[in-house]
């Protein structure tokens, strides 16, 4: 959410003869949130920059978000969420279910930001300086920043020393939430991972799924949809390589820089590729404005227009004018509004080029897309010279199981069926305590996010299981308490 979904950074340009190097990349709400609509204090709990060795005495501020209104006192339950890549305070103002469910449950409501995000830097301005400044961005140590802070919590609150802490997250905050109950089970009693991709790594899901499934929402959408966006592709080459050609199609997308080289039709070709991905993401039921202010169902309403006329590249305009401006506040549209441009951004990058090696690709027959294949040889090249790093593509399966997490319990993994990201996700309970629950008509992490009256029936229903396992977790733990 999350936020996560994905936003797809590109190493180097894929149609203009380079190696296009896929960066699977979860979407973040745009922007900072102005005015919360829940209220919280903000505090910082002091951390080791390093927790695994004794060589360095460097520590940092770690923020966190805290709200206490419901909590009691006496061993009454933390709510906990595992944070993403991004600013902790976008995640906490689009989590409403923690929210919502916090008065039932008389919970203290925590949100914990990721070091190297926000305003979480333990080298402040230097941070993303080297790889000596910037290699302590690792889950491992964000999990252990997690672990220090429960205890923090736990032994400076009054009356929260024996209480049971339930970890929330969505995509990599949802991956981060049950490697948490996996690593630190005295830490926390049981985890949400919503919507997280957490077999999405070499060797256990296939590199193409998530964009299969895009197409098969876009078909859903309106029959034709996934067709005239797998026509596009060769039709903005060919359209790309006249300068009469890029002036057409810097005026058919109103862009707000005019299209001169073929790489900047390249870029152009990478932004539509990211404008899908995104889109499927978010398709949620009802208006919303996590990543773009859209329409309820908005990959319907991109696919009527896409499909209301026979001039490919038109509809293709026209649909992602609508995801861009649906609001038709903007004077113009900037292809350049997806690139690598943010801290979260670049330490999304970093962390793929270190140890998050989630293979992507696309076939073109599978999938709407141009042709893409996964070469983990072009990758570890490009992350040498973008990151001064090499990959450590199986140190994720090695460090928390892979598919072999059946010694591991107290997890629900709740993935939505339109999500992209479903692909890489547990999709089937593993055993009593390793709960899959699927909602067929949930886009990305949609559980998490606040209640609304355009629900559909398969996120309430697994809503309703998810409030549930969590009161049997916390009965359980009170009786053996």
Partial sequence: MFYVGVFVIWLSVAHTGGTGLLVPRFPRPRGPVLRSQYSYDTKYFTQPVDHFSFTTPDTFDQRYLINRKYFEGNGGPIF???????????????????????????????????????????????????????GYLTAE???????????????????????PVVAF?????????????????????GSL???????????????????????????KGSPGCETHIHKSWDLLTQMGRTAAGREKLSSMFSLCFPLNTSTDVGTMSQWLLNTWFNLAMVNYPYPASFLEPLPAWPVKEVCSLITASSEVLESIAA???????????AACLNIEESAVSSLGD???????????????????????????????????IQCKSTWKVTPRPYWILQQFGGKNITAASNIIFSNGLLDPWSAGGVMESLSDSLVAITIADGAHHLDLRS????????????????????????QDYYSKL
Avoid at 141 to 163: C, E, M, W, Y
Avoid at 319 to 329: E, F, I, S, V, W
Avoid at 451 to 462: H, K, R
């Fill in 319 to 329: 649909g992602a004018t609508l995801y861009y401006n649906y609001t038709g506040q």
């Fill in 141 to 163: 140590q964000a999990l252990a920043d997690f672990a220090r802070l429960v205890t923090h919590l736990k032994s400076s609150i009054p009356g929260a020393a024996n209480s």
């Fill in 346 to 380: 670049l330490g999304w990058s970093f962390q793929f080029c270190s140890e998050m090696t989630m293979p992507t690709c696309m076939d073109g027959i599978h999938d709407m897309f141009p042709p893409q294949p996964w070469n983990i040889t072009a990758y570890i």
């Fill in 193 to 219: 991972a919503a919507s997280a991709p957490v077999w999405q790594f070499e060797g256990l899901t296939p590199c193409g799924s998530s964009y299969s499934i895009i197409t098969e929402d876009f078909q």
């Fill in 80 to 134: 906990f969420y595992t944070g993403n890549e991004g600013d902790i305070t976008m995640f906490c103002d689009n989590t409403g279910f923690m929210w919502d469910i916090a008065s039932k449950f008389k919970a203290m409501v925590v949100f914990a930001e990721h070091r190297y995000y926000g305003e979480s830097m333990p080298y402040g301005k230097d941070s993303y300086k080297d790889p000596q400044h910037l």
């Fill in 169 to 189: 997250g969505g995509s990599y905050g949802g991956m981060l939430a049950a490697w948490f109950r996996m690593k630190y089970p005295s830490s926390v009693i």
């Fill in 451 to 474: 209640s609304n009256p355009a629900d559909p029936q398969s996120v309430i229903e697994a809503r309703e299981q998810e409030v549930q396992i969590i009161r049997e977790w916390l």
